[in-house]
């Protein structure tokens, strides 16, 4: 008989080869199956063994240790694909998590920024840049200033952001071509102002020396361009210069400020799916609320009774 470990990696091989998920993807279903191995490991069950009470009691166990309704369901997501693939693959008979009810869960708003704090970040990035007293710290606030603007022009993933090649972006051309989630391509138009940030990081580096690189924001580190994590606390650094609290601020907020922006000045909602490269619409719905208030906000300036 398998053993768990040599299941979850089956599975992991299929979702990579077959899927064509995202090394990001992978680790969080790695994270989610290995907890769920050690929960029946406690009672030392086999995957293969474990039935809906099983499945019931490990998702008891996650509210027990303080997890929000939202982690819980997607740990249970990852637990019905990683079933369904063991019965498609003839280890089991049955899927156990077929009739296991997911917790209940609002909807949460997403976090935002208004175009006046985006503004004012975008601001701090050019006052950064002017500021800089050594080539070093130019090239640096250069390289910040580049990925906000491409992420404010595009609301591109992070994972997307700084693994961009640099051939994604040429001179002379206002748009680029993504490969996203599953390895699926799409094109999204480019600013004026981000590509005259992209232009003036490349001279900075190139005029540094720096080597070259198939990414457009390369790295020392282990995938060869900047981390996720470097960015992502570049950015909170430079909204607490901005008078912005930093909590307020992250790369995904920053998408989600790209997506409500375009809606409440008349971008459609599926223009907005395909941009954000949502593989369902109902995906980007949650960003409907923008829509429902653009909606009053016309008929309360507009409607001849409104105002009576």
Do not use: C, W
Request: charged share 25%.
């Amino acid at each position: 008989m398998p053993s768990n470990a040599a299941l979850v990696e089956a599975f992991l091989e299929m979702m990579s080869a077959e899927r064509g998920a995202a090394g990001n993807t992978l680790a969080a279903y790695r994270r989610d199956l290995d907890d769920f191995t050690a929960f029946l490991g406690k009672g030392s069950e086999s995957v293969l063994a474990a039935d809906a009470m099983a499945v019931r009691g490990y998702l008891v166990d996650l509210d027990d240790r303080g997890f929000a309704a939202r982690s819980a369901s997607r740990r249970l997501s990852a637990l019905r694909q990683f079933y369904r693939f063991l019965y498609a693959e003839g280890h089991r008979g049955d899927d156990p998590t077929g009739t296991v009810e997911g917790p209940r869960q609002g909807r949460a708003l997403p976090k935002i920024l208004s175009e006046k704090d985006v503004g004012r970040l975008l601001g701090m990035a050019r006052s950064e840049v002017e500021a800089a007293d050594n080539p070093a710290r130019r090239l640096a606030a250069l390289r910040l200033a580049a990925l906000l603007e491409l992420l404010y022009a595009t609301g591109l993933r992070v994972s997307e952001l700084v693994g961009l090649p640099a051939k994604a972006i040429t001179e002379g051309r206002r748009t680029m071509t993504v490969r996203g989630k599953g390895r699926k391509e799409r094109m999204v138009p480019l600013t004026h102002a981000a590509l005259d940030a992209v232009a003036a990081y490349r001279a900075a580096a190139k005029k540094a020396g720096a080597a070259a690189s198939p990414f457009l924001f390369p790295a020392d580190s282990a995938d060869g361009h900047l981390a996720r994590q470097v960015f992502a606390r570049d950015l909170k650094s430079l909204a607490a210069l901005a008078g912005i609290p930093a909590v307020k601020v992250s790369p995904h907020v920053l998408r989600h400020a790209f997506a409500s922006h375009l809606l409440q000045n008349g971008a459609d909602l599926r223009s907005v799916q395909q941009l954000l490269g949502h593989a369902d619409i109902s995906t980007t719905q949650i960003y409907t609320h923008v829509l429902e208030e653009r909606l009053r906000r016309l008929v309360t300036d507009h409607h001849p009774l409104a105002k009576g």
